[in-house]
């Protein structure tokens, strides 16, 4: 470490150097800020007045990002399975893992896109949308970007992207049904990451199901926090099967641990993402699962035709979204008959699970008598509450 | 007639005084010489010796090391977008490394820089939301100041807590940046929350007009030059002004220093305050220049990194902006090694860590690089005590 | 059937949490207290943890048998504690700074030789139910307690009553006391310090295979959130006694497990807050314990940490 002793002067001419040339830096970089309005066109008008629909591609490369391990039993690993059925398609697929939801992800998108040559991108994690995607696109128009999250907004965001989403909440209403029929406690446990409208609309079609059976069964819920803490999940299955559950389900991004944990204790479970029934042979009941292979066929096929796809592809049983895990060992023939009776019914439509009267766990009418929410209303993109029946809170 | 030294020094010594016959300018001139280009010689000794323990590690993995280090300067520095990629990720350690290597001037160990940078990144986007209609000037300096001034409070309590009570810098800086991550999830879920942010809890957005755009001509955000000017700000003030010098004094020898009456633990909280503020910029200019909003993707890890890069630097402020580089570079091309080679995103971890260590050991060797002068003057004395005249 | 404990719910999860979080911490703070004793600090610990998990978790499923896994554990936190007294016995290398370059090597060659683990399911640790008495399975559940954790019960005054009163444990204090005194008895102090550390890693390599064989009980990479860390700042607290960082183990893992506990009560308003319990805890403790002009007299006088 050298050290030397200026005199005053020479010091404060140099501080003095240093200061203003930070000044100055510090102000163009303010300067150039302000230019962002009048360089920047609005989106909707820059993508209408392109073609929407790309040119066909026989071959193309695609690549898929995801914001954890491909292999973690659950949302990652969903995606993943999807992305094998390209594969067998014969595109072209390359994948990256644990991608933060940060710059890093714009980062890997334009990598792809330009040492790649991906022309078609599956960013997966819900974190991804604004502003990461939402920046690549515009840069790159002829690009395709599919984002799983619902978050498409038509008029507001570019035309090369799409955004698919699949209404898991059906196959939990399912799920709910037979962890109705199976509990003997009639307590259900329910394991979540975060408080927001996606978790809750799973854990109050849950609850919903498994009341629509047996009125009598609650459900509690913990929140860890986030959506990968093993140890707190641990805890939080424990503290569940302590107060009495014997149903575990769960919203997090892999339900291993839970799973586990249930069957170690020697409770029942329901799956989430994907199948968890090699985890626990005695305890799994069903299952919650995504069903992404449908989706990316069809998109697939779009872009190989070169015809324009579906900004916001939505769906349920009805359009092959989603599926159920295979009945465990406990699951009685009175429950698998409810649960396939339920599944017919969201086939043909006829069930819908929030109608009124629903009151939430704090007594507050949130669905009024005679009103019945169709599954593609905007405002269950919104739910901020949890039905009655629910031990626990949203904050 | 030659001059013989009649004292025996120590090796350090030795090369400064090496008597000889052959005129003494040359040898003397080419030991100051190896002397200055000592810290690049053996930071570059230390790379190579990374590439080459990587290497080994990726033959047992079965694959070829050039193939991979190839495709990792490709995506590091190969082509201009790999390149603004590498700019791009190191500006933000830039100043999380200034969270550790200045307080290491006075032989302090902060590894707290990732909950500075969570602070300043909270307190930049409240500042941000509440001044959201004034002109982007006032929003970013007001924010500039806010994320700064937080995360600098944040370190400076780990500073006084050292100062005044003895407490660990390292461990409670440590448990600060998990209390740190916390209180931000608390927040931004919860009193400070976008209701319109539903799946994704974060803070209202401070508006596209404030936000810290692109360098003109690059695609870099000028997070880049945040992170020039505070390395280039902290060497002048750590190697050339007197507040420097007194750091060093206390970082060399704490007792000499009190004695000499320098107010020591002032001096404590007030890098332990520079640090903070510079983790905290870095905070400020990932709300600024990328998301517009705090959220939990401020916990990207950057805090961490910068430790290394401090490491790997030697504390130098100006070293840092290389290595960062370099790391920035090693995370650029992570992505290509995973889609090329099927190798896991660990494989970067990897790298760092054994980069690290290398860089430790290498510690070492300064000051023996004169070892051969110091063998050389050893003949010379020999000879001499022989008798024998040159 | 099961009894509705209510509020009970709460002090039996805590224990119940006590128990079972707390054996990692147990094992790890015991292997770093040998290791500060003899003057050295390996804060590469958590790396040690973590590889531990991952070579324990691996040798069980490839052997089907938890304890080798345990034992495997075991033995590459001795090799990883070895390369740690290594590369601190050269001259003028700063200890804790390499602690923390172990750790990013140590998690991050967990995370690349580990990605095929996890999937698969590795046969898990025993545990010895002492709750046989009880006819709620609430308490029965709690007290069933792993068989490693009553391992580091018994551990910790055994190291206590080793450092006291054998001659291994004086030398190991006699050098981190004084490193003149040691030389002057003919003892090698790096080499002395190499082997603590060496002990240390093969503790905390145990306590990391706990984590992935019995609880949580599964391999991934978010296994570890700095508990390796955290049991260095619990070896400070515990003023580097044993049988008190058994204590401070406990108290630590009752304290992470009130979160949960209270969120099944009910208890829902700020989650993080309670998270965050443990760590604010710790540093409370740690500043109220401290002082700025007397270093504590337990406190190893070769130890840099804490000054």
Redesign the interface.
């Known amino acids: ?6 005199t005053r002067q020479g ?1 404060s001419s ?2 003095g150097f ?2 203003t ?2 000044v100055t ?3 163009l ?9 009048e360089t ?1 066109a609005p989106p909707a008008s820059a993508g209408s007045a392109e073609a929407a629909a790309p040119a066909p591609q026989k071959q193309f490369t695609a690549g898929f990002i995801y914001v ?2 491909k ?3 659950g949302y990652n690993q969903a995606h993943a399975e999807g992305a094998k059925t390209l594969t067998s398609m014969g595109i072209k697929v ?11 992800v714009q ?2 998108m ?3 896109i ?3 040559g991906a022309s078609v991108l599956f960013p997966t994690s ?2 991804y949308f604004d ?1 990461h995607i939402l920046k690549m696109a515009e840069k790159y128009p002829k690009v395709i970007f599919l984002h799983c ?1 619902g978050m498409y907004t038509e008029g507001k965001h570019p035309k090369n992207v799409g955004s698919y989403f699949g209404y898991i909440d059906e196959a939990q209403y399912v799920a709910g049904i037979v962890a109705g029929m199976t509990t003997k ?1 009639n307590k259900l446990g329910f394991v979540a990451a ?5 978790v809750l609309r799973n854990i109050n079609s849950y609850t919903l199901g498994a009341k629509s059976v047996n009125p009598k069964v609650t459900l ?1 819920v ?5 959506w ?9 299955s ?7 559950a ?1 149903v575990l389900s769960s919203h997090v991004d ?1 339900p ?2 839970v799973i ?2 249930a069957e ?2 020697g409770a029942f479970s329901t799956g989430y993402h994907a199948s968890q029934a ?2 626990a042979p005695k305890g799994y009941l069903t299952g919650a699962e995504w069903n992404w292979e449908t989706v990316y066929k069809y998109y697939v096929d779009k872009i190989q035709k070169g015809e324009p796809f579906e900004h916001l592809l939505r769906g349920g049983f009805k359009e092959g979204f989603i599926k159920m895990s295979a009945y465990g060992p406990a699951v009685s023939d009175a429950a698998k008959a409810k649960a396939e009776e339920a599944k017919k019914k969201f086939m043909d439509g006829t069930l819908l699970i929030y109608s009124g009267p629903l009151k939430d766990n704090a007594g507050k009418e949130v669905i009024p008598a005679g009103t019945t929410m169709a599954q593609r209303d905007i405002k269950l ?2 739910m901020g509450y949890l039905v009655d029946g629910v ?3 949203v ?1 | 007639m030659s001059q013989v030294s009649p004292v025996p020094t120590s090796p350090a010594g030795a090369s400064g005084q090496a008597p000889s016959a052959r005129p003494a300018n040359s040898r003397a001139a080419r030991t100051s010489l190896l002397k200055k280009f000592e810290p690049l010689l053996i930071s570059s000794a230390a790379i190579l010796a990374t590439l080459f323990l990587f290497g080994v590690f990726l033959i047992f993995d079965g694959l070829n090391p050039l193939d991979v280090y190839e495709v990792m300067f490709r995506g590091a520095f190969g082509t201009s977008f790999s390149f603004q990629n590498t700019l791009q990720r190191s500006a933000p350690l830039m100043l999380t490394a200034l969270c550790t290597a200045l307080p290491m001037q006075l032989g302090l160990l902060v590894i707290g820089g990732e909950g500075a940078l969570v602070v300043g990144g909270v307190a930049a986007a409240v500042v941000g939301l509440g001044m959201r209609d004034s002109s982007p000037y006032t929003v970013l300096t007001a924010m500039f100041f806010a994320g700064a001034t937080a995360g600098g409070l944040w370190i400076a309590l780990v500073g006084a807590l050292r100062a005044y009570r003895g407490v660990s810098e390292t461990i409670s800086s440590l448990l600060m940046s998990y209390i740190a991550i916390a209180l931000m999830n608390h927040l931004v879920e919860g009193a400070l929350r976008d209701p319109e942010s539903l799946n994704k809890p974060a803070t209202r957005h401070i508006g596209e007009v404030n936000m810290l755009g692109p360098i003109p001509g690059l695609d870099v955000h000028w997070g880049l030059v945040f992170g020039l000017i505070a390395c280039l700000v902290s060497y002048v003030l750590m190697k050339r002004t007197v507040f420097g010098f007194a750091a060093a004094m206390t970082g060399g020898n704490m007792r000499a220093a009190l004695l000499s009456g320098l107010p020591v633990r002032r001096l404590m909280v007030l890098t332990c305050f520079l640090a903070g503020a510079a983790a905290g910029t870095a905070g400020m200019i990932e709300v600024a220049a990328v998301h517009g909003r705090a959220n939990a993707s401020l916990v990207a890890g950057y805090g961490y990194t910068g430790i290394l890069v401090a490491f790997v630097a030697r504390q130098n402020p100006l070293g840092v902006i290389p290595v960062a580089l370099l790391l920035g570079g090693i995370g650029a091309s992570g992505g290509l090694l995973q889609r090329n080679f099927n190798l896991p995103d660990a494989s970067v971890n990897v790298l760092q860590g054994i980069l690290f260590m290398v860089i430790l050991v290498s510690e070492t060797l300064y000051g023996k690089l004169d070892l051969w002068s110091f063998a050389r003057s050893a003949t010379v004395r020999k000879s001499a005590e022989a008798g024998v005249t040159a | 059937m099961s009894a509705e404990l209510g509020a009970w719910g709460v002090p039996v999860a805590v224990l119940a949490g006590a128990i079972r979080v707390s054996t990692p911490f147990i094992f790890v703070s015991l292997g770093e207290c040998i290791t500060e004793r003899s003057g050295r600090v390996n804060l590469g610990l958590e790396g040690t943890l973590v590889m531990g998990a991952m070579v324990g978790y691996g040798c069980s499923y490839l052997t089907g048998s938890p304890w080798l896994g345990v034992l495997a554990a075991g033995l590459i936190g001795v090799v990883l504690g070895a390369l740690h007294g290594f590369l601190c016995s050269r001259p003028r290398v700063n200890d804790i700074a390499v602690g923390i370059g172990l750790m990013l090597f140590g998690i991050g060659l967990a995370f690349f030789l580990g990605k095929p683990l996890i999937q698969p399911s590795a046969a898990h640790l025993p545990a010895i139910p002492f709750g046989f008495w009880s006819h709620t399975p609430q308490i029965e559940d709690a007290l069933r307690v792993n068989v490693l954790f009553l391992l580091g019960v018994v551990l910790a005054p055994l190291v206590s009553f080793g450092l006291k009163r054998t001659r291994w444990g004086l030398i190991v204090r006699t050098v981190g006391e004084s490193a003149e005194a040691a030389r002057a008895m003919g003892y090698d102090v790096n080499r002395v310090r190499t082997l603590a550390t060496m002990a240390g890693g093969f503790l905390a390599g145990i306590g990391g295979s706990f984590l992935s064989l019995f609880y949580p009980g599964s391999w991934n990479e978010g296994l570890s959130s700095g508990q390796g860390l955290m049991a260095v700042a619990l070896v400070i607290f515990a003023r580097w006694n044993p049988v008190r960082c058994l204590y401070a183990s406990l108290l630590f893992g009752g304290a992470s497990a009130l979160g949960p506990a209270l969120q099944a009560v009910g208890v829902t308003k700020g989650y993080y807050l309670f998270n965050a319990a443990p760590y604010a805890l710790t540093l409370l403790i740690m500043v109220l314990s401290s002082s700025a002009t007397r270093t504590s007299a337990d406190q190893p006088a070769e130890l840099t940490v804490a000054r």
Not at chain 1, 238 to 244: E, F, T, V, Y
Request: glycine share 10%; charged share 30%; hydrophobic share 30%.
């Open positions: 470490m050298g050290m030397t002793f200026e010091l140099r501080r240093v200061s040339l930070g830096v510090f102000a970089s303010l300067l150039n800020c302000g230019k962002k309005t920047a954890g391990s292999s973690d039993y390359r994948e990256e893992e644990n991608v933060p939801e940060t710059l890093d980062k890997t334009e990598s792809m330009n040492l790649d819900f974190g502003p999250g406690t975060k408080p927001i409208p996606q509690s913990i929140f860890t926090g986030d990968s803490m093993p140890v707190k999940e641990a805890e939080a424990n503290s569940l099967i302590d107060q009495g014997d892999s291993k641990v586990e944990t170690r204790r090699a985890l993109e919104a031990k626990g809170s904050h």
